[in-house]
């Protein structure tokens, strides 16, 4: 069946550094590819999303390229602040089906 | 525009107790879905409504769970009785549809504690 599969954290980065946590995914036919994001005590927010082969999401600063070659969707931010410090969770949709969620990735960022 | 609306915010009930959680979602949105997400974990489905139409409820341990959406609005999830493995955060979604590209809006949970 479809699944995701996002690298474990936790991650731990300084403020100003580069992002980069991967996400790569098995599906049937052509799916819609989404980055979500829990902050702390909060429900999960859409933080962008490709609805097929090299589209790129991007929303506050943040991209990730929905690659079919590579079947990766892998999430990018070039300097990342201490508000970014979150759960990010990689998850797939065929129509007609619910989300399929990856595991989820801790990101924390220090001063 | 309200988002997604869940309560309660936090239950902790014995086991054996039924529990029922409810949920509102967007105003407009014909899709509804419940999730539960345990620690660690990313959210899974439990079930999908079409309006008021249950059409995925392959992953809801019908012995126990049950869900309702009357009207095709408002959602309620209960569980009788509870167990201890039931501890976890259940989620409610709504969106407009259910293309594989639509937006699926996420309610804050109610979190679960069975003792």
Redesign the interface.
């Known amino acids: 069946g479809d699944s ?1 599969t996002q690298m474990e954290g936790p991650v731990t980065l300084s403020e100003e550094a580069f992002l980069t946590i991967n996400c790569t995914y098995t599906a049937t036919g ?3 590819l ?1 980055w ?1 994001v829990q902050y702390p005590g ?5 933080l962008l ?1 490709a ?1 097929k082969a090299d589209d790129k999401g991007s929303n506050k600063g943040f991209e990730a390229t929905y690659r079919k070659e590579t079947t990766s969707f892998h999430l990018e931010k070039g300097s990342v602040q201490v508000s970014d410090s979150a759960v990010y ?1 990689c ?1 797939l ?7 399929n ?4 990735t801790s990101l924390l960022v220090t001063p | 525009e309200a988002g ?1 609306v869940q309560s309660p915010r936090y239950k902790i009930i014995e086991k054996k107790q039924p529990v029922a959680f409810w949920c509102n979602p967007i105003s407009g949105h014909n899709t509804l ?1 419940w ?1 539960l997400q345990n620690l ?6 439990l079930i ?1 409504y079409e309006n008021e139409e249950a059409v ?1 409820d392959s992953q809801l341990p019908k012995d126990r769970f049950s869900a309702e959406r009357l009207k095709g609005v408002d959602s309620t999830l209960k569980i009788q009785p509870a167990e201890l493995g039931d501890s976890a955060v259940y ?1 409610c ?1 709504s969106s407009l549809g ?12 109610t979190r679960l504690l069975v003792l």
């Open positions: 995701v052509y799916p819609s989404f979500y909060e429900g999960l927010q859409l999303k609805t969770f998850a949709s065929a129509s007609g089906y619910a989300l969620f990856g595991k989820g | 997604v879905y999730y660690g974990q990313g959210p899974e489905l999908r995925d989620l979604a259910s293309a594989s590209g639509e937006t699926q809006y996420f309610g804050p949970g």
